[in-house]
């Protein structure tokens, strides 16, 4: 089972911008990588995903706003953050589609 590390967070004012990283202990090489968040109160929601081959979607609510890249030699996806709304604060965290596994997720704060 893959490991998954998410880091970048922090404490931002809106409008700002942060850059998450999500580290996995094995290949992503060809997997299907996504971001999600978690709300205070709400259910985990898809953020952005990226195919093997790079085709990415993002939701409505971040298109635009945030992008969703991977590096495969380094196993590492990536989600850039900007134009921060006070909305996008939540837990934020990566997944390897096909694995059951989540990391610890990162903290994501926006202050307006």
């Known amino acids: 089972q893959v490991r998954l590390v998410e880091s970048g967070g922090g404490v931002v004012q809106a409008g700002g911008s942060l850059r998450l990283s999500c580290a996995a202990s094995?290949?992503?090489?060809?997997?299907?990588m996504g971001w999600y968040r978690q709300a205070p109160g709400k259910q985990r929601e898809l953020v952005a995903h990226?195919?093997?081959?790079?085709?990415?979607i993002h939701a409505d609510s971040v298109k635009g706003r945030f992008i969703i890249s991977r590096d495969n030699a380094k196993n590492t996806v990536y989600l850039q953050m900007n134009s921060l709304k006070p909305e996008d604060t939540a837990v934020y965290y990566c997944k390897m589609f096909g694995f059951s596994a989540w990391g610890q997720g990162t903290q994501v704060t926006v202050s307006s």
């Open positions: 990226i195919s093997g081959s790079g085709t990415t």
């Open positions: 094995g290949s992503i090489f060809s997997f299907t």
